[in-house]
């Protein structure tokens, strides 16, 4: 089942040196990722000349997440989604990095791989069709979420705006400060007695 996509890693790990050393050093360790809620996973393994892929369940690092997350990550490196727990990895976070490292160095041109297929022109227009679908979903979703954002906030009023929050925070900050003082004034006015 894995087979295609195993061969494609593997082309790309011997079309590069240094995607070759790095598999040569993490011989023997293994990186799983897995879809949160599918109960999928898949887990690759450097042989040290090549990596192979399977469906075990044990791993030195995990990198999980749902799927809508993980497309995330893949399609536009944004480590804040670590930052959220959106994705979360485990295990040995350097072998998770050297993998990733690697994967990015091996990783298939998509519409190279088409070309070998159909042709440069039609894997070209292809390539730019998916890249405008991907802007086209990556604005749509920004616009719907500051629509949604704006509803919440103006409309229904079931979040405050980013200014009320900032004036709530300032006072209690200013409250903080105030029962910061007023404990000070007691610890003097214990001392005096």
């Not at 070309?115 to 086209?136: E, K, M, P």
Request: proline content about 3%.
């Amino acid at each position: 089942m894995f087979g295609p996509l195993e061969s494609l890693l593997n082309r790309g790990i011997r079309g590069s040196t240094d995607a070759t050393r790095r598999c040569r050093e993490l011989a023997g360790r293994s990186f799983r990722i897995e879809l949160d809620g599918l109960n999928l996973g898949l887990t690759l393994v450097s042989r040290g000349d090549h990596v192979s892929l399977s469906r075990t369940d044990t791993a030195d690092a995990c990198l999980s997440g749902s799927p809508g997350a993980l497309a995330r990550l893949a399609a536009s490196g944004d480590e804040g989604l670590l930052r959220s727990r959106a994705v979360r990895i485990s295990g040995d976070p350097l072998v998770a990095k050297d993998f990733r490292d690697l994967i990015d160095i091996a990783a298939p041109d998509f519409e190279e791989e088409l070309a070998r297929l159909v042709g440069d022109v039609t894997a070209r227009q292809a390539g730019n069709l998916l890249r405008g679908l991907g802007s086209w979903g990556r604005d749509a979703a920004d616009r719907l979420s500051r629509t949604v954002a704006e509803y919440l906030q103006e409309e229904s009023r079931d979040l405050p705006a980013r200014a009320e929050v900032e004036a709530f925070l300032d006072r209690v900050d200013r409250l903080a400060e105030d029962v910061a003082r007023a404990e000070a004034r007691l610890r003097r006015l214990e001392q005096v007695r």
